[in-house]
């Protein structure tokens, strides 16, 4: 019966770290790779971004943009939307800055302002449903908690002693006469 506890409880603590690793590689991990991670909050692109979804953006060059592509861009030093170019427009002053005109698929008017080529984080290379709430959740309290109880719990799972295996042991002995 111990035995058996004991089992499980390694096996459970192998399936919590992988689901843990994979967890921290799609949420933080990808970022070696280039690619910045956002959820997305609004439903301005859906069904292209469901809302819930942790989008991927990769860095680009915005002389390379065009009309038809997504991207996603600064609205202020906090925020940061995705929605699809329908507009490049060169600035007044200088036509060497380009301006963006965008929109997000599912609105009916094109947002108000244009995008400063400044401000584009990127293009969107893919997206995983259902992350993004996780990615905000475990950001702010209190999945912050939850994610440090969980690491804890991890940690004393993982490194404690088989606490079944000792007295498994001298359960077997036998009594010295």
């Not at 860095?59 to 030093?77: H, M, N, Q, R, Y």
Request: hydrophobic share 45%.
């Amino acid at each position: 019966m111990i035995r058996a506890i004991i089992k499980v409880r390694s096996i459970a603590a192998t399936v919590l770290l992988a689901i843990t690793v994979l967890t921290a590689a799609l949420l933080a991990g990808i970022r070696i790779l280039g690619l910045t991670p956002y959820a997305v909050l609004s439903g301005s692109m859906e069904p292209e971004y469901p809302v819930g979804s942790l989008l991927y953006v990769k860095k680009v060059d915005p002389a390379e943009l065009k009309v038809g592509d997504d991207i996603t861009f600064l609205l202020d030093s906090d925020t940061a939307a995705t929605h699809r170019i329908v507009a490049v427009v060169p600035d007044g002053d200088d036509p060497s800055v380009l301006r963006f005109k965008t929109k997000g698929i599912a609105n009916k008017d094109e947002d108000g302002g244009l995008v400063h080529a400044q401000n584009i984080m990127g293009k969107p290379v893919f997206n995983i449903p259902y992350l993004g709430y996780i990615s905000v959740y475990i950001q702010n309290p209190p999945g912050v908690y939850f994610v440090i109880s969980a690491a804890v719990i991890l940690l004393a799972v993982g490194f404690w002693p088989d606490f079944g295996k000792k007295k498994a042991e001298n359960s077997r002995k036998c009594p010295e006469s």
